[in-house]
């Protein structure tokens, strides 16, 4: 279980500094990514992607109030997004994810946050 506890350790240190090739390499090649938001689910390329236009739109990222939960088949982690636009408008939003894990890798996420506050943030004088 020490080895899900690095992985998600590893994932999102790799989102805060905006590496997407750490995060793609975090992910098994058929990983599926879902979104309560929109009931949606994505591939790898697809999270990846819109995680790299999140990383070009803000100068900083850091998970806050983090609690971490290990298990044999994954991890999930519940915590606060605190990102700061380019513009210099902040966003906060908690959020949970739930991963399996198989090969060390993330092959289901499933993300649960209400997006109001990601609304409100790209509508901010500041967010630019």
């Known amino acids: 279980m020490t080895e899900?506890?690095?992985l998600?350790?590893?994932?999102?240190?790799?989102?805060e500094r905006g590496d997407a090739a750490v995060v793609a390499d975090c992910y098994a090649p058929d990983a599926t990514i879902w979104h309560n938001y929109d009931d949606a689910t994505q591939t790898r390329d697809e999270n990846v992607a819109v995680l790299s236009g999140f990383v070009v739109r803000t100068r900083d990222r850091r998970y806050t109030e983090v609690?971490?939960?290990?298990?044999?088949?994954?991890?999930?982690?519940?915590?606060?997004?605190v990102a700061?636009?380019?513009?210099?408008?902040?966003?906060?939003?908690?959020?949970?994810?739930?991963?399996?894990v198989r090969d060390g890798r993330i092959v289901r996420l499933r993300e649960y946050f209400d997006p109001a506050p990601v609304d409100a943030w790209r509508k901010d004088p500041h967010f630019a």
């Open 8 to 15: 998600a350790r590893r994932f999102f240190g790799a989102i």
């Open 67 to 81: 609690d971490l939960t290990v298990w044999d088949g994954g991890f999930a982690q519940q915590h606060v997004l």
């Open 4 to 6: 899900h506890a690095e």
């Open 84 to 100: 700061t636009s380019r513009g210099g408008a902040v966003l906060r939003l908690p959020a949970a994810l739930f991963c399996e």
